[in-house]
């Protein structure tokens, strides 16, 4: 059944081709991109981004994936934007897994390449390669025969990579996918990927040449003034209980969270005495991101306060979405902390950024399935000027530099080693904590816009 759902992909645009022959293409497509994603489109920023720049320089674009979640305000206020949705599917739990893959596979192909062909003609289509590579890349690729219009991928990972991580890198499946990302990869007409060490991988071992795009933090994410975190504070505290205040106030008047409160005196937000630290970490709660590494260092950092260790109280927030969130809640259920407390928020995109350029800490657990992209939960935080600790991969010195912006660990210990350090004396301002933050201002770091305009807009032949 495999092999008969891969000949079709391969005949079906033979037909299509002979048949565009005949068709004459749309008038007026110069100006039109279509930025698809076979994912949801409130948790894929950099293609967010990318329909973003796109538009700034005059293009009118067709964002098109699942909408579970709402994408940023940017996205929906602007006019040259039209959101494409695309409807999940349910899938029948009949018969092998392999059965059930294949019926997924083709419906999700006829879902995506109905919704590819009824819109506008563009003269671009812009892939988000992973999730998942079967079968986006081969209906773009249909799609773009039979629009006459060129296909540029995106490389996020590789889908194979990611399935492995449930099947085993020898699974028919798995073996099936990365055959077919490397045959259908070359039939692009560019390629964008997000790490140096990914673009030379593309190169030896997929004949694929493709051009370094860095995820780089969008304008918004900077550090929080201290009203605005105060106001965030206040709404997440009516819902979560770590960002309550910890005690009653002496005045029944002052409007307090556990971080800050408004000065009675003159109405001025200040932090809070004696406040606990706030450490976060975002997730898709995937299987490349094993949070139990966190929890037990944060069951270390406890027992460094036991014992002693003159360290602040803690509060994590773990933030997103994804099939182990109740797995790892049932866990954190289990934890009885008397100095940390935990919450799993699932944030509005406008708090996101808020939040971290709130926080005194991020913590990033990303392992990347194929060793060779980059974690954008980290690019934001550098965006915010927060120093981030982060598991140790191959390729993750292109990011994180070690003792400069934030702290790379291999184990749980190691960890928690890495918090008690930090936090030691909070919230004084001096030590590794305050050194690191330092160097991310002073680093001037291009963000996304700069990026974008020297790297992907000569694709597009600037602003036609």
């Not at 695309?86 to 294949?102: D, N, S």
């Not at 030691?424 to 002073?442: Q, S």
Request: net charge positive; hydrophobic share 40%; glycine share 6%.
């Amino acid at each position: 059944m495999a092999a008969l759902l891969l000949l079709l992909l391969l005949l079906l645009p033979l037909l299509l081709l002979l048949w565009r022959r005949h068709r004459a293409p749309a008038p007026g497509a110069g100006g039109r991109v279509c930025v698809a994603v076979l994912g949801d489109l409130g948790r894929s920023p950099r293609m967010q981004y990318h329909a973003l720049s796109l538009a700034r320089h005059g293009r009118d674009v067709a964002l098109l994936g699942y909408l579970r979640d709402r994408p940023h305000g940017d996205v929906l206020r602007s006019g040259r934007i039209r959101l494409v949705p695309v409807a999940e599917l349910r899938w029948l739990h009949v018969g092998p897994k392999l059965f059930q893959y294949v019926i997924k596979v083709v419906a999700q192909s006829i879902q995506l390449l109905s919704a590819m062909l009824k819109i506008e003609q563009p003269s671009y289509i812009l892939l988000q390669q992973n999730p998942p590579g079967l079968p986006a890349i081969a209906v773009a690729w249909v799609a773009c025969l039979f629009w006459r219009s060129k296909l540029i991928i995106d490389w996020h990972n590789y889908g194979y990579t990611v399935m492995s991580l449930s099947h085993g890198r020898n699974h028919p499946l798995v073996q099936i996918a990365k055959w077919y990302e490397k045959l259908f990869g070359r039939l692009s007409d560019y390629n964008l990927c997000v790490t140096n060490a990914m673009r030379e991988d593309l190169r030896v071992n997929c004949n694929i040449k493709a051009v370094t795009l860095y995820d780089k933090p969008a304008s918004y994410f900077k550090e929080t003034p201290l009203e605005l975190q105060h106001r965030l504070y206040m709404k997440l505290a009516k819902d979560y209980e770590p960002f309550k205040p910890r005690t009653e106030s002496v005045s029944s008047a002052a409007e307090r969270s556990a971080f800050t409160e408004v000065d009675v005196k003159n109405g001025h937000v200040i932090r809070t005495r004696g406040r606990p630290a706030l450490l976060i970490s975002s997730t898709s709660w995937t299987e490349d991101e094993d949070f139990s590494v966190l929890l037990k260092a944060l069951e270390g950092y406890e027992r460094y306060i036991s014992e002693g260790a003159e360290l602040p109280s803690l509060v994590c927030v773990i933030t997103g979405k994804g099939p182990l969130k109740d797995y790892y809640n049932s866990l954190i259920n289990k934890l009885h902390f008397k100095h940390i407390q935990i919450c799993t928020p699932w944030l509005e995109a406008e708090d996101y950024p808020l939040l971290l350029g709130s926080a005194d800490l991020g913590v990033c657990l990303h392992k990347s399935s194929s060793g060779l992209d980059l974690p954008m939960k980290v690019v934001d935080m550098f965006g915010c000027c927060l120093p981030v600790c982060a598991i140790h991969f191959e390729c993750l010195h292109e990011l994180v530099k070690h003792n400069e912006n934030g702290l790379i660990f291999k184990d749980s210990s190691e960890l928690a080693e890495q918090l008690k350090m930090l936090f030691l004396g909070f919230p004084a301002l001096e030590g590794k904590l305050h050194n690191f933050r330092k160097n991310l201002r002073e680093s001037k770091q291009l963000r996304w816009d700069e990026s974008w305009d020297q790297t992907v807009l000569p694709l597009f032949g600037q602003n036609k």
